[in-house]
């Protein structure tokens, strides 16, 4: 029953990678579903968040105003580092009960974590397989400009406050390209899921 964690910067080409294993059968439990979901109006999470970052995070029908939130908290260090110690418990509690109930309808499932802060939350945990999307920094910027409208100061700026590249290879069991086409990234995640298939999800050593 293979557990592997999937990560990547923004605009990596993470969720085309979980996409396709989702089409070869794969279950993926989603962290960032799971942050929307564990910050729904009325729960503790969110009512944690109001009272670090002040009520008006919060809009009129109760819901998370998730701009004003990342306003609040991007750039400053500590604020992040409050905001995560309100919500990753919560996540982690969660993610774990949608594997755990994933493996106890099927003991054979492949079942994938996809997670953007492994490395800074959860990169220690037991997985059998750590696998990263990459694309060089360029590029992602590109797609950032191109794909989601962002200006090239914001593209750059949300680049430059994520984790760095080389800190998630450092972790990374299998590596997959996502810098050239869709369907060459297709077949590096198709190589991927025979070898999951086969057993052969054992981590590298050394």
Do not use: C
């Amino acid at each position: 029953m293979p557990l592997v964690a999937l990560t990547g910067g923004i605009a990596s080409g993470k969720s085309t990678i979980a996409a396709r294993l989702v089409e070869h059968g794969a279950i993926v439990v989603d962290a960032d579903a799971i942050v929307r979901d564990v910050q729904q109006p009325g729960s503790a999470v969110l009512a944690a968040i109001a009272d670090a970052f002040g009520g008006d995070v919060i809009r009129a029908d109760g819901s998370l105003d998730r701009a004003a939130l990342a306003g609040r908290v991007f750039g400053d260090a500590d604020a992040v580092a409050r905001l995560n110690a309100i919500v990753h418990p919560a996540v982690r509690v969660e993610s774990q009960r949608r594997m755990d109930a994933a493996f106890a309808a099927d003991p054979a499932a492949v079942v994938v974590y996809d997670v953007p802060l492994l490395v800074e939350a959860r990169a220690d945990d037991p997985w059998e397989l750590v696998v990263v999307a990459h694309a060089p920094a360029e590029v992602r910027a590109r797609r950032l400009v191109e794909l989601r409208g962002m200006s090239e100061t914001d593209a750059a700026a949300r680049l430059a406050s994520q984790v760095s590249d080389d800190a998630r290879l450092r972790i990374a069991d299998v590596v997959i390209d996502t810098s050239g086409t869709l369907a060459q990234t297709e077949r590096q995640v198709d190589l991927l899921w025979e070898r999951l298939k086969r057993g052969d999800a054992g981590r590298r050593t050394g």
